[in-house]
């Protein structure tokens, strides 16, 4: 038996199709091999062309296929009446030679067939070169084949001699169709980097030889390229393909215009850790708890600060050298800067990587190891090219139905890079999107109210959003007339990214209506709500001269009731914290009267570890700030120092703190007979057993 050639450069593909177990030497006859092999080989000719341009070597297999099928057929035939085909044994091993082979055929059509069309053309060469070595294997196996031991007709005989002299004349180069194909694309690639917009007729010739004719296509070939980047995709093309993503993208636009909106009705949220949770998390999509507060990306270096929340240390930096102070989901003032990795959610986010085939390493300028998205002068031009477009179409929209597919589609193109979010601004969206928050489809609403939350992450887009007539006034219409939960919490976080400038807090803060339509969302909204209410309005109560208002409003009743729903604690809790901090003796007296201290030790003792945390720390304020009538309470409260001890010995490093410093004021309070100062006292000590009992 000949040797085959094992040349071909097909594991470059990397292949992830299953083989059938190989047939071994217990089959009792060759029936079940040749039975297989009939079936392969009509599997084979089966397969749909992935796009027009690579129609040549799929037909040529087919041809191929469906000779080898008449052949199997033969030799089945012959003996069906017997049910035992005998081959000779010379013919046998080659026949299991040829099912290697046709395997190898049907991995690499699979492989095919799942690969963007994009990357099948960038590598034309690799796959013609793949094709050809199978092409070679399979025409030695033919000419080894001892057709005068096998009982064939003269037709079946003449058929694999045609076979045979088919495969000999395979060769690797590439179709000319298929070469200049690849040239128009990497010369409108070239063309993008240069700022100049392609031709509408040379982007619907490309994306018609691929068979991209719809905007389903080119969703899907967009989502095969993002996923192919984060594989071992040769460094010769990566670049290439990174700009493709937004090519296609902006082809699709100008060709077949926006996208059908998806469906809403799964989408939910974590604080403002994922603002566009809708559509997001589909195919391997990243879990909301590993997207950065800020960007929204995936965090590869996470960190905690202060206030105990994790973000990326690359956006934190950047929040806190712009000059805030305040946590970016809590509103809470850091007591320092420090940030200490999160070394526990780092790895299990690097798990998910290499599950999901996501770059996770960052290269030595801090960027995914293989995105180079940022730093590719095409994908810019293309994304910023795209929101000029949609921009464009948007001003002049006619119909709902239009305009709702257009803000959908900028949406989409917001929810990624601080980029993308800069170009739809720059292109004049803010003042077109802010009359939709007024509309009466729910759904145009939702798409645009969250369209402004996604550009509100990039700090520029903040003022946009701010100077543009009536803006606050669209967003509070959101809020009391929303016709969906969902859009009323993406007007509410809307609120509290806005409110994280500082200069623009007070003006939120001190609307009237903004702050009743918050607390009207956190007395009569969903958990999901009640959380986005609160946190905005923990955002609001930074600013002192506004906590009086709030006051007025409710907010402190609102808190309150929300300690029933488990989901809400933790924000209700950060809320009566950060209140009785900044609003003194008259807002520690209406929390007494309205029991507050009972209901944060109920959470302190069956809370969540964030909630706990809040909790204590709340209790902290109010005992610090109510000369010992707090105190007093907590104090009585029966198993108090169980809770503490607890706290103190399993929560998070901030509720052991602020455990260890709830302890010692009590256990002051009962060694001094509560006169002492309960101010005194700020470090991180434990309780000890020599204190005297609760």
């Not at 089959?27 to 599997?43: G, K, P, V, W």
């Not at 928050?437 to 145009?444: A, G, P, Y």
């Not at 955002?539 to 906590?547: F, N, P, Q, Y």
Request: proline share 3%; aromatic share 4%; hydrophobic share 40%.
């Amino acid at each position: 038996m000949a040797e085959i050639s094992a040349s071909s450069s097909f594991s470059s593909l990397q292949l992830t199709t299953s083989f059938p177990p190989p047939l071994t030497s217990e089959t009792r006859c060759d029936n079940d091999l040749l039975r297989y092999l009939l079936r392969l080989s009509h599997e084979i000719s089966l397969f749909d062309v992935p796009c027009p341009i690579l129609g040549r070597h799929f037909s040529s297999i087919s041809r191929k296929s469906k000779l080898l099928a008449i052949l199997f057929d033969e030799l089945l035939q012959q003996d069906a009446y017997t049910a035992a085909v005998e081959l000779p044994r010379s013919a046998s091993l080659c026949f299991r030679e040829i099912l290697v082979v046709l395997q190898r055929f049907k991995a690499l059509l699979t492989d095919c067939s799942s690969r963007s069309r994009m990357r099948l053309i960038l590598y034309s060469d690799t796959l013609a070169n793949d094709f050809h070595m199978l092409a070679l294997d399979l025409s030695t196996l033919l000419s080894i084949l001892p057709l005068s031991d096998l009982r064939l007709s003269d037709d079946v005989r003449d058929l694999v001699d045609l076979l045979r002299s088919q495969c000999c004349r395979s060769r690797s180069t590439v179709d000319p169709d298929v070469s200049n194909l690849r040239r128009e694309i990497l010369a409108i690639i070239h063309e993008i980097e240069c700022e100049i917009v392609p031709e509408r007729s040379r982007l619907a010739a490309i994306l018609h030889n691929l068979g991209l004719d719809d905007t389903q296509s080119c969703r899907r070939e967009v989502e095969c390229l993002e996923r192919e980047i984060g594989e071992r995709v040769s460094e010769k093309w990566k670049a290439a393909m990174i700009s493709l993503v937004g090519v296609v993208q902006y082809a699709k636009c100008v060709l077949y215009g926006a996208s059908t909106p998806r469906s809403d009705s799964s989408a939910g949220k974590l604080f403002f850790a994922s603002y566009d949770s809708a559509g997001g998390s589909q195919n391997g999509g990243t879990p909301p708890d590993f997207r950065c507060p800020i960007s929204l990306d995936l965090m590869r270096d996470p960190v905690v600060v202060a206030s105990g929340q994790t973000f990326d240390r690359e956006s934190i930096t950047r929040w806190i050298r712009s000059g805030h102070a305040t946590c970016p989901s809590t509103g809470q003032a850091l007591r320092h800067t420090n940030l200490i990795p999160n070394r526990a959610l780092k790895n299990l986010i690097s798990r998910w990587c290499r599950e999901q085939n996501v770059p996770f390493a960052l290269s030595a300028a801090g960027e995914p190891a293989v995105s180079g998205g940022i730093e590719n002068k095409a994908a810019l031009e293309a994304a910023r090219m795209t929101a000029a477009f949609l921009v464009q179409k948007l001003s002049t929209s006619t119909s709902t139905e239009t305009a709702n597919r257009i803000v959908h589609e900028l949406r989409q193109l917001a929810k990624t890079q601080s980029e993308n979010r800069a170009f739809i601004a720059e292109a004049g969206a803010v003042p077109l999107l802010l009359p939709f928050l007024c509309s009466n489809d729910s759904t145009l609403q939702l798409n645009a109210v969250t369209t402004l939350l996604n550009l509100s992450i990039f700090e520029p887009n903040k003022r946009r959003i701010m100077r543009a007539d009536g803006s606050i006034d669209a967003v509070i219409h959101v809020m009391s007339n929303g016709e969906a939960w969902q859009a009323k919490e993406n007007a509410a976080t809307l609120l509290l990214s806005l409110s994280s400038m500082h200069s623009y807090r007070r003006r939120i803060g001190e609307n009237h209506s903004a702050v009743a339509e918050l607390v009207k969302l956190v007395s009569n909204g969903p958990a999901s709500t009640k959380n986005d209410a609160m946190a905005a309005i923990l955002s609001l109560a930074g600013d002192r001269k506004i906590v009086p208002l709030l006051v007025e409003k409710g907010v402190l009743e609102a808190a309150l009731d929300a300690f029933a729903i488990e989901e809400a604690a933790e924000a209700a809790a950060a809320v009566i914290a950060c209140m009785a901090k900044r609003g003194g003796a008259v807002v520690v007296e209406k929390l007494e009267r309205e029991g507050a201290v009972a209901k944060l030790v109920g959470v302190l003792r069956r809370g969540t570890d964030s909630a706990r945390d809040n909790a204590a720390a709340a209790l902290v304020v109010l005992c610090r700030q109510s000369s010992g009538r707090v105190v007093a309470e907590v104090a009585r409260m029966p198993g108090i120092e169980k809770v503490i001890r607890e706290l103190m010995g399993c929560g998070t490093e901030r509720g052991r703190r602020k455990a260890a410093t709830l302890g010692r004021i009590c256990r002051r309070w009962v060694a001094g007979g509560g006169g002492e100062d309960l101010n005194g006292d700020h470090g991180d000590g434990i309780m000890t057993g020599g204190g005297g009992g609760l």
